[in-house]
C-alpha cells in the first residue's frame, strides 16, 4: 500500500494549519488484522459471481506515514500509522501466523477522528501479496495487491464500522484446473470503543479494535518575571595625594 509521507517541516506545517474541532470530537486508534484462509474452504462449496464489483474510492483516504518523531504538544494527525510498540493485536497475529489454517494478509493501526456517517472519510486499502489483473486501480500506479477496499469508521451514539473489501486468489476447481478469483466482503457493524469484533467470509476476514485516544492541550508555562539588567557601578579614583 502506498503511504503518504510527512517530514518535519511538514508536521510543523500541519500543526498550524490544524482546523479547530468541536468540544465533543474524540479522537480514536483503530487497529485491524486482516488474514486469509489458507485453504480456500468454501472457494467450491458455493457459487460465487464472477465480477463482485469494487467499492466506490472517490472520497478515500491513504494513511499517512510520520517520518519524524511528533514534536511535544502537537496536535495528532488524523490517519497518521501508528508505530507497532502502540498496537494491541500483536499477539492475535503471532497466534494467525502460527496457525496452520490462516495466513496475515496485512496489520495496520492509524488514528483518527470519531466524525459523523455522512463526514467520515473511508481508508484506502491495498495490501497484501502483488495480484496480476485486478480492475480496481486507484493507487498512482503502485501494483496491485491481493487486498483491495475500503475501511470506513464513523461515530454517531455508537461506533460504526463500514466494511467492503475485495480479496483476489487463485482457485482450483473440482477438475484440477486454476484461475483467479476475487471474493468480496461487504459488512456495517456497530461497536462500542474497546471491543474486539471479527469480519467474517468464509475465505478471509478481519479483526478490530478500536481504543478512544485522549489528547489534552499542553499547559502554556507562566511568563518568567523579566528581571532588570543592573548597571556596573563605576569608581572614580581617588586622586594622588
Given amino acids: 500500500m502506498k503511504f503518504t509521507l510527512i517530514s ?5 506545517f500541519l500543526a498550524c494549519w490544524v482546523t479547530p474541532l468541536r468540544a ?12 486469509a484462509n489458507k485453504a480456500m474452504t468454501g472457494a467450491n462449496d458455493e457459487e460465487w459471481p464472477d465480477e463482485p464489483g469494487y467499492p466506490d474510492t472517490t472520497n ?7 517520518t519524524d518523531e511528533s514534536l511535544p504538544g502537537m496536535p495528532p494527525i488524523e490517519f497518521q500509522m501508528l508505530p507497532q510498540e502502540l498496537w494491541q493485536l500483536s499477539g492475535i497475529e503471532d497466534s ?22 455522512d463526514s467520515a472519510p473511508p481508508v484506502l486499502i491495498n495490501e497484501g501479496q502483488d ?27 455508537y461506533l460504526h464500522i463500514d466494511a467492503d473489501l475485495v480479496y483476489r486468489a487463485q482457485v482450483t476447481a473440482d477438475d484440477g484446473s486454476a484461475r483467479m478469483a476475487s471474493f468480496r466482503l461487504t459488512e456495517h457493524r456497530r461497536m462500542r470503543s474497546k471491543e474486539l469484533h471479527y469480519l467474517d467470509h ?7 479494535a478500536i481504543t ?10 507562566p511568563p518568567q518575571p523579566v528581571v532588570p539588567k543592573t548597571q556596573p557601578t563605576t569608581t572614580n579614583p581617588a586622586p594622588a595625594g
Fill in 131 to 157: 495480484s496480476p489483473s485486478l480492475v480496481f486501480n486507484s493507487f498512482d500506479n503502485q501494483p496491485d495487491k491481493e487486498l483491495q477496499g475500503l475501511i470506513k469508521i464513523s461515530r454517531k451514539r
Fill in 212 to 221: 478512544p485516544y485522549k489528547w489534552t492541550p499542553p499547559t502554556p508555562e
Fill in 202 to 208: 468464509p475465505l478471509f476476514g478481519m479483526i478490530i
Fill in 24 to 35: 465533543d470530537t474524540e479522537w480514536y486508534d483503530v487497529e485491524v488484522v486482516i488474514f
Fill in 60 to 66: 478515500a483516504v491513504q494513511l499517512v506515514m510520520v
Fill in 8 to 12: 518535519f517541516t511538514s508536521l510543523l
Fill in 96 to 117: 494467525l501466523k502460527q496457525s496452520s489454517q490462516y495466513r496475515v494478509i496485512t496489520h495496520l493501526a492509524w488514528r483518527q477522528l470519531g466524525l459523523p456517517p
